[in-house]
């Protein structure tokens, strides 16, 4: 019998689902009998398989995760759920709150994918700040209690093992990477860019890439920046953008993948990153990445190899990378050949995720008490 799992997490859907990740959910109903407990992206409440919370004009967020135990443990009674599998270590609290109103036997399973603590240090207002104390102790509780811990790279599993647990099962989730993998890579542009994307929060270091290119564009005429994102730092783009510089706030992963072909290089100066998806759809495309030594990207982009490695937080540091990449299109070439070579060490199919998903529940079925 397939095990019943509901996932839990802050992840936004629409409905009907994309075919990306409709495939995903194919997979997974295959292995398991999913149940899903999120937000939506507009006034959809969901499906059989989907319980979407409508989002709210103010306080989105604090009511959300106000609510969520009580919505766990109404999911709990209404369907007969073996484990649920929480996206973040604060879904986990939420969570095992949720089953003991309930009065549910569920396993609870987290996620880890990258450094929960910049939740409330490098995201949004500085206000958020005030929360870490509470938001550390209850993500710390939430992983030391929960039946199983799953990380999606080496960097999550050294963060979790520092805490004194031992993750059940260290695998990525699905990416749908079929966009960045339709068609062989693009030649490099005649005019050398650099490529942001992300959302302009702190952990991203806008900031930082603000400052390296006011240091690195005139050293490379003719050089180009492009900007795609949105968030609370929107301003610092703002400043920027101009000249040499342009801006998007949104694109599709089919537009990402031509921003990435009219580009020479990504840049990603994070001060804290988990696996960085952004890292793989670039090297699909045959693009190096110029990153922070923090996180996931050390795991992802070789120093010289694939790509460049900067110390974090450091503009003058970025800059000099950026000047070495946009300049010398060999360089550029070399690195970006490299990492089109070694993307296939990251692949991996939607079945080859339910089914190692559906090992770890089991595992953890048989092997935990609640």
């Given amino acids: 019998m397939k095990p019943c799992v509901l996932l839990v ?3 936004r859907y629409r409905l009907p689902l994309s075919e990306s990740l409709r495939r995903k959910f194919d997979a997974l109903a295959e292995e398991v009998e999913p149940h899903v407990l999120a937000s939506s992206v507009d ?3 969901g499906d059989e398989t989907f319980t979407l919370v409508r989002p709210l004009p103010v306080l989105d967020g604090a009511a959300f995760w106000a609510l969520l135990p009580v919505r766990v443990a109404r999911e709990l009674r209404r369907h007969r759920t073996d484990a649920v599998l929480a996206q973040s270590p604060y879904d986990a609290a939420a969570a095992l709150v949720g089953r003991a109103l309930a009065r549910s036997s569920a396993r609870v399973v987290v996620d880890v994918h990258g450094d929960w603590r910049t939740a409330t240090r490098l995201y949004g ?3 958020r700040r005030l929360l870490s104390p509470l938001g550390d ?8 209690r929960a039946d199983a811990v799953r990380s999606v790279s080496g960097y999550t599993e050294r963060l979790v093992r520092e805490i004194g647990v031992e993750p059940a099962g260290v695998f990525p989730a699905f990416m749908d990477l079929d966009p960045f993998l339709a068609e062989p890579p693009a030649p490099l542009p005649e005019r050398p860019q650099a490529l942001f994307v992300g959302v302009l929060e702190p952990y991203k270091g806008i900031d930082v890439l603000a400052e390296a290119w006011r240091l690195a564009a005139p050293r490379v005429p003719g050089a180009r920046l492009r900007i795609v994102g949105s968030g609370s730092r929107s301003s610092v783009v703002e400043e920027l953008a101009g000249g040499q510089v342009s801006w998007t706030r949104a694109l599709t992963s089919e537009e ?3 921003a990435l072909d009219d580009s020479t290089v990504l840049a990603l100066p994070s001060r804290s990153e988990g696996m960085g998806r952004v890292v793989v759809e670039a090297h699909c495309r045959g693009r190096a990445v110029i990153g922070s030594r923090v996180g996931g990207i050390p795991d992802l982009v070789r120093h010289d190899e694939n790509g460049l490695l900067v110390e974090p937080g450091d503009s003058a540091d970025l800059a000099e990378a950026l ?5 010398d299109r060999k360089l ?3 690195l970006g050949a490299s990492a089109r070579e070694g ?5 991996g199919t939607p079945e080859e995720y339910a089914s190692l998903l559906r090992l770890l529940l089991e595992s953890t079925l048989l092997n935990s008490e609640p």
């Fill in 343 to 347: 993307v296939g060490e990251v692949l």
């Fill in 125 to 127: 207002s500085p206000l």
């Fill in 137 to 144: 102790r209850l993500s710390l509780a939430a992983l030391r």
């Fill in 43 to 45: 006034n959809s409440r």
């Fill in 323 to 327: 000047v070495q990449v946009l300049s």
């Fill in 9 to 11: 997490g802050r992840t």
């Fill in 256 to 258: 990402v993948a031509q």
């Fill in 332 to 334: 550029a070439s070399r």
